[in-house]
């Protein structure tokens, strides 16, 4: 059974960092790219950063420099630290692996940034 635990949101002011966790379990999480996407108001689903087996990561053009994707193989958890936080980042973020045979998505962190 293939549970994801995001954590870590809260209601920020702009310019301050957070950093958000994701536990995986039911996965052989060493094996598995992941991938942090965001879910705004009002808008579509964004990828926001994957990060591959190798540590080789991906960054939408929005975050590049701000946002830091890492992962601890022996904890099966992943992180994203969020720098320099803007009211654009605000939204409902989750993680999720690639390459499963299905998707699977835990139920979310809130990142409220305000302004």
């Known amino acids: 059974q293939v549970q994801l635990v995001e954590s870590g949101g809260g209601l920020v002011q702009a310019g301050v960092s957070l950093r958000l966790s994701c536990s995986t379990s039911g996965i052989i999480f060493r094996l598995a790219a992941m991938n942090w996407y965001r879910q705004a108001p009002g808008k579509q689903q964004e990828l926001v950063v994957a990060i591959t087996t190798g540590g080789n990561t991906n960054y939408v053009d929005s975050v590049k420099g701000r946002f830091t994707i890492s992962r601890d193989n022996a904890k099966n958890t992943v992180y994203l630290q969020m720098n320099s936080l803007k009211s654009e980042d605000t939204g409902i973020y989750y993680c999720?692996?690639?390459?499963?045979?299905?998707?699977?998505w835990g139920q979310g962190t809130q990142v409220t940034v305000s302004s």
């Open positions: 999720t692996p690639s390459g499963l045979a299905r998707a699977y």
